[in-house]
């Protein structure tokens, strides 16, 4: 879609909504008056908070405004070396090690988060605060836009805070951070990071690099660039699961009795094939550059990034022809970013912030050379917030999000009408602190309109949600529980979706006439953090009044199994829990082990077990730490998930063993590190629960992968 098409679209959303926009503001200031005047005749308490471009600190900036979200239960952060060490090609399974976080795992070049047992559109995955403007939540096959190699930090953010980002992150939100627009000023002439890596499951070559230029003690200029090559992947054991081993075996008897000698060694082929996933390959491309203006009255900065990508989608097989695969996606985004500050002194107000971003995506669905469905997408989303000098105990924020979305479906398979999509959302964070009490409120309000065009039908949705947190400190235990109600649209696909979707193999019909999606969540917590030992443990449940779910109808529709979206009752619960503890001193290498548990399970009225459900999980690791050399070892054990719903297949459980050493040959705080590691040790095959593709799609086999790190 042209430019001017672009600007069009912003004039008419405008136009639609002028009235709506000129009380939002006053309805904003009132709600964070009302909020926040208790605390503004309270003394200010002191700014601690610095600002260094060589940290690397353990510390959640998804919010920057809130110096730490003490009171959320389940915030996790990945960066450093640890990051290095788990970058992958897509952000699902650099997350895995996580509590309560899975990957869906729909091939190598596919692959979003699952938190506690939510996926799609119940997960927000995000790029510096804002949506990542692709159609990753559109259908499992379709890749996250993120580049791992040039990413600095990723949180994964559950609790209150998440309404700051949309009522519909019921399982939380993933926020990506990198530095495409500058955050500070470096101290030398030039800063470089850079990241390089080989894979031996997949023969795959990896690097990518950041350069940060300052212009003046104020300008900085920054360019990044990134490459990945891989090959087929290589797996622990059969191609295909249990069940489709034996459906192949079932096929190659019939097709040998009815005298179809081909037929019958395709399928005996199928159910022998082991060792190598076809059609797995991944070739990556990005490219970025920005800048920023950043001084003490504030930042203002812009960034542009390309990201091109093609991969294979390995497909159900078709017992009776060869093994193999051609269908595979050509995928390109182009991005444009903007994220201003401006500090507003000792008032009320502490900060104003603006980010803002346009994405203009297409991917073509290939099969072979020739093309089968392509999709366009072309979306801009922004927030603007204040945020609230700290009175006393007090802190908080309040602002307004926008985002506006065409995507359209072109081609024989497109299950998707084109549709238009405008959101609107108003939201507030309070948080409070008092000796050992402290307490965060949330609240939201999204307007939502979703209009399929040729079909005539638009729909509107208005959702309220909000959120209540309170914790308590007991030295260096805390204690606390969040209760949320929430609301979520339904999307497009759940409402319009008419047509073959190749993916999931399955033919997919939305209902026009769902209702939003609202659920009370609450979740109870312990944390514990001292210098020797530190655990957390959350349990949590949500309870849905109309849960939007697909099911299998029992029909057949051009050659697929039917599935239709339908909403119920539903209740999900389940419990995570980490923690690690530093055993002694010996040979030069403090001794720590750490551990990982989670469990998840979720239950659709009248239907059963909800599908796609990870199941129980833990994992043990130790570790022998010094200045120059890391030494660490782990187990992770994988139950087998049996509770499914009525179309899937059970998933075997497996005991998957991993080692990894770092190297740090001029010290820790040199910024050199080489990371050497050996996963999945005894080769053992493994899938995940969460995948629409478990069947014929398992985890990669024994893997070893060198990485080195720089940044100087």
């Not at 009380?23 to 904003?28: A, I, K, N, T």
């Not at 091939?107 to 997960?123: C, H, I, T, Y």
Request: net charge negative.
């Amino acid at each position: 879609m042209r430019i001017r098409k672009w600007i069009f679209l912003v004039k008419w959303y405008f136009s639609m909504t002028l009235t709506r926009i000129a009380f939002y503001p006053v309805s904003l200031a009132a709600l964070s008056l009302a909020l926040a005047v208790p605390a503004f005749a309270q003394q200010d308490a002191a700014n601690t908070s610095e600002d260094d471009f060589h940290t690397d600190k353990e510390i959640v900036v998804t919010a920057p405004y809130i110096e730490r979200l003490d009171i959320l239960s389940g915030t996790s952060a990945l960066s450093g070396e640890k990051l290095a060490a788990e970058t992958q090609g897509q952000i699902g399974d650099m997350l895995t090690q996580i509590p309560g976080v899975s990957a869906t795992s729909f091939s190598p070049g596919a692959s979003r988060p699952v938190l506690r047992g939510f996926q799609g559109n119940r997960v927000a995955v995000l790029t510096d605060g804002i949506g990542n403007i692709d159609a990753s939540n559109t259908s499992a096959d379709h890749a996250v836009t993120i580049d791992a190699l040039t990413t600095e930090r990723i949180e994964v953010l559950r609790g209150p805070a998440v309404l700051l980002f949309g009522g519909q992150a019921v399982g939380g939100a993933v926020n990506v951070i990198d530095k495409r627009i500058p955050r500070a000023v470096p101290e030398e002439p030039v800063h470089v990071d850079a990241l390089l890596g080989y894979s031996t499951v997949s023969k795959e070559y990896s690097g990518g690099a950041s350069i940060d230029v300052p212009f003046s003690d104020r300008f900085v200029a920054h360019v990044d660039g990134s490459y990945r090559k891989s090959k087929d992947l290589r797996i622990g054991g059969y191609l295909l699961s249990p069940e489709l081993r034996s459906e192949a075996l079932t096929v190659a008897a019939d097709e040998a009795a009815l005298g179809n000698v081909a037929e019958a060694a395709n399928a005996r082929d199928w159910a022998d094939f082991r060792g190598r996933l076809p059609n797995s390959g991944v070739e990556t491309l990005s490219f970025g550059a920005g800048g920023a203006f950043i001084d003490d009255g504030g930042n203002l900065g812009i960034s542009f990034n390309v990201y091109d990508t093609v991969y294979g989608i390995p497909e159900r097989p078709e017992f009776t022809e060869p093994v193999g695969g051609e269908v595979s996606i050509d995928l390109r985004q182009y991005r444009f970013d903007l994220r201003g500050e401006v500090e507003l002194g000792e008032g009320l107000f502490d900060k104003a912030r603006i980010r803002a971003g346009y994405a203009d995506y297409v991917h073509k669905e290939l099969e072979g050379s020739d093309v089968g469905t392509t999709f366009f997408s072309e979306a801009i989303e922004a927030r603007f917030e204040l945020t609230q000098n700290k009175r006393g105990g007090w802190r908080g924020a309040s602002g307004l999000q926008f985002q506006t979305r065409d995507l359209e479906a072109v081609g024989d398979e497109a299950f998707l009408p084109p549709t238009r999509s405008n959101q609107l959302g108003l939201f507030t964070l309070q948080e409070f602190s008092t000796g050992n009490l402290d307490a965060e409120i949330a609240v939201r309000f999204d307007d939502a309109r979703l209009e399929a065009q040729s079909l005539g039908i638009e729909r509107k949705f208005n959702n309220i949600s909000a959120a209540f947190g309170i914790g308590y400190n007991i030295g260096d235990l805390k204690i606390g529980s969040n209760i949320s109600r929430t609301g979520r649209a339904p999307s497009v696909e759940e409402l319009y979706s008419d047509g073959p979707h190749v993916a999931t193999q399955s033919y997919e019909v939305g209902d026009p006439a769902l209702r939003s999606e609202r659920s009370w969540n609450g979740e109870i917590y312990a944390r514990y953090d001292s210098t020797r030992f530190d655990f957390t443990t959350t349990l949590y449940a949500n309870r849905f009044s109309s849960f939007i779910f697909e099911t299998d109808t029992g029909n057949i529709v051009d050659d697929l199994p039917e599935f239709v979206y339908l909403q119920r009752k539903a209740r999900v619960w389940g419990v995570e829990a980490e923690a690690s503890a530093q055993l002694g001193h010996a040979a030069g290498f403090d001794v720590v082990i750490d551990g990982v548990a989670d469990y998840t399970r979720a239950t659709i009225e009248g239907q059963g077990p909800a599908p796609r459900i990870p199941p129980l999980r833990l994992l043990g690791g130790i570790e022998l730490q010094s200045g120059n050399l890391d030494l660490r070892g782990e187990v992770e054990w994988t139950d087998s998930q049996k509770r499914t719903a009525s179309f899937e297949t059970p998933t075997d459980g497996f005991n998957m063993v991993n080692a990894a050493l770092t190297w740090r040959p001029f010290g820790r705080g040199k910024n050199i590190s080489l990371i050497a590691a050996a996963n999945n040790i005894f080769d053992v095959e493994a899938r995940r629960a969460a995948s629409f593709t478990k069947d014929f799609v398992a985890l990669a086999g024994r893997d070893f992968r060198l990485t080195a790190r720089f940044s100087y």
